[in-house]
């Protein structure tokens, strides 16, 4: 069984910064790229920031310059850093895990964390 949970996020005035954690934990054999999504009400579920086991990164054009994935590879740990944030970045932030386990990739979702940008 795999666990992914998500944690950071909050009320922040626009201009403001947050970060968000997100670990995978659980039993499997390695991560092969760990993402944060995003879905506003009313809209579909959406790729913020990608990080691939390789070192790539990609980002949704709406984050680039703002927004900055990181992670802790010995922690399977993703990191995302929200810089000069805006109201339509207000959404509940998902972490997605790629995880390989016995052969197998699978993706596994965390619950999900609110941030909320007032203007």
């Known amino acids: 069984q795999v666990q992914v949970a998500e944690s950071g996020g909050g009320l922040v005035q626009a201009g403001g910064s947050l970060r968000l954690s997100c670990a995978a934990s659980?039993?499997?054999?390695?991560?092969?790229?760990m993402a944060w999504y995003r879905q506003a009400p009313g809209k579909q579920r959406e790729l913020v920031a990608r990080f691939t086991s390789g070192g790539s990164t990609n980002y949704a054009d709406s984050v680039k310059g703002r927004f900055t994935i990181s992670t802790d590879n010995a922690k399977n740990m993703v990191y995302l850093q929200m810089n000069s944030l805006k109201p339509e970045d207000t959404a509940v932030y998902y972490c997605?895990?790629?995880?390989?386990?016995?052969?197998?990739?699978?993706?596994?979702w965390g619950q999900g964390t609110q941030v909320t940008v007032s203007s």
């Open positions: 997605n895990a790629n995880i390989k386990s016995g052969g197998y990739n699978y993706s596994w």
């Open positions: 659980g039993s499997f054999s390695s991560v092969n790229a």
